[in-house]
């Protein structure tokens, strides 16, 4: 029987053109970017589909789309997922992925 890992952390930079996410598994670290032309809906989604099934996740950035990105979050139903709001500058992406490993860092 395999053990399943509850430890995927999720690290997330954004802003309503942009959006680096980290996530962390035992397995290793990956990082992707999110960017669109507009401000809208699409960033959120492609943003949720980034995180997967990360049971941890830090939300942090300039302005108010971490708070709306929260709040998306908060309407999808899984078990265990803590959120983490934070507020940061620009960030570069080495700067989101030192973060990520420290996931409670800012």
């Not at 999110?34 to 939300?59: C, H, K, R």
């Amino acid at each position: 029987m395999m053990a399943t890992s509850y430890a995927t952390t999720a690290e997330i930079w954004i802003d309503y053109r942009r959006a680096v996410v980290t996530t962390v598994t035992d397995k290793g670290q990956t990082a992707s970017e999110v960017q669109v032309n507009d401000a809208g809906p699409n960033l959120f989604a492609e943003v949720i589909a980034a995180i997967g099934d990360a049971m941890t996740v830090l939300v942090y950035g300039p302005g108010d789309a971490k708070v709306e990105l929260g709040k998306r979050l908060l309407l999808i139903p899984v078990q265990a997922r803590v959120h983490v709001m934070g507020v940061s500058g620009k960030s570069t992406d080495r700067q989101v992925a030192d973060r990520a490993r420290n996931p409670f860092y800012l």
